[in-house]
Nanobody, 115 residues
Framework: QVRLVESGGGLVQAGGSLRLSCAAS????????MGWYRQAPGKQRELVAG?????SANYADSVKGRFTISRDNANVYLQMNSLKPEDTAVYYC???????????WGQGTQVTVSS
């Protein structure tokens, strides 16, 4: 019954902001093992932000300085500022559930940034 549910996606203009939320159900997940991926049409899915083993945030180079990942016990958030059209993608919450790699996925939430 462990599942991840994303919310907060939408349509914004370039330069705008969105905040994504991911809620984890069940008692077996710690948010330190959760992160965010995104996938644009026709492109590879990429890790946007997550936490290393020491609990420090890591970011893809393309979003450093603009996105901020944060968490509480069972939730993870992604604050996205200064959005660019190239940020347009489906954003997925992911968790390291059964392995030390991301292996549990939410359904995704669409983020569209218009020029």
């Amino acid at each position: 019954q462990v599942r991840l549910v994303e919310s907060g996606g939408g349509l914004v203009q370039a330069g705008g902001s969105l905040r994504l939320s991911c809620a984890a159900s069940g008692n077996t997940l710690s948010s330190v093992n959760m992160g965010w991926y995104r996938q644009a049409p026709g492109k590879q899915r990429e890790l946007v932000a997550g936490f290393n083993s020491g609990g420090s945030a890591n970011y893809a180079d393309s979003v450093k300085g603009r996105f901020t990942i944060s968490r509480d016990n069972a939730n993870v958030y992604l604050q996205m500022n200064s959005l660019k059209p190239e940020d347009t993608a489906v954003y997925y919450c992911a968790a390291k559930y059964r392995t030390r790699w991301y292996d549990l996925w939410g359904q995704g939430t669409q983020v569209t940034v218009s020029s």
